[in-house]
């Protein structure tokens, strides 16, 4: 069974710092393109960073040069370092693996991306 699990969610204060894992059981993420999602209470889901399978990563602006994003193949596991965090940040984060071809098609959307983990709840709060 192909699983996705997030890990890592926790109250920060403002200014903060996480590290957000995302581990696959089941299959294996080599050869997928993983991207981190969030939803804020009340608000749409946005994809927010794509670690693609040649490694490269993609991040929206809100997010660029605070959040690093990175593959680690032999674990099976995708990262998410999150500095600096900011209370408009809080919001349940989910990682979801997508077939190469379809993401680089369609893009950080959530209709590119076939297999999804649970999420973990991020709160930035003092």
């Known amino acids: 069974q192909r699983r996705l699990v997030e890990s890592g969610g926790d109250l920060v204060q403002p200014g903060g710092s996480l590290r957000l894992s995302c581990a696959a059981s089941?299959?294996?993420?080599?050869?997928?393109?993983v991207g981190w999602f969030r939803q804020a209470p009340g608000q749409e889901r946005e994809g927010i960073s794509c670690v693609y399978d040649d490694r490269t990563v993609y991040y929206v602006p809100s997010v660029q040069g605070r959040f690093t994003a990175s593959r680690d193949n032999a674990k099976n596991t995708v990262y998410l370092e999150m500095h600096n965090l900011r209370p408009e940040d809080t919001a349940l984060y989910y990682c979801?693996?997508?077939?190469?071809?379809?993401?680089?098609?369609?893009?950080?959307?959530?209709?590119?991306?076939?297999?999804w983990g649970q999420g973990t709840q991020v709160t930035v709060s003092s």
């Open positions: 089941g299959f294996s993420l080599d050869g997928y393109d």
């Open positions: 979801a693996a997508g077939n190469h071809e379809v993401v680089r098609e369609i893009g950080l959307r959530s209709e590119a991306f076939g297999s």
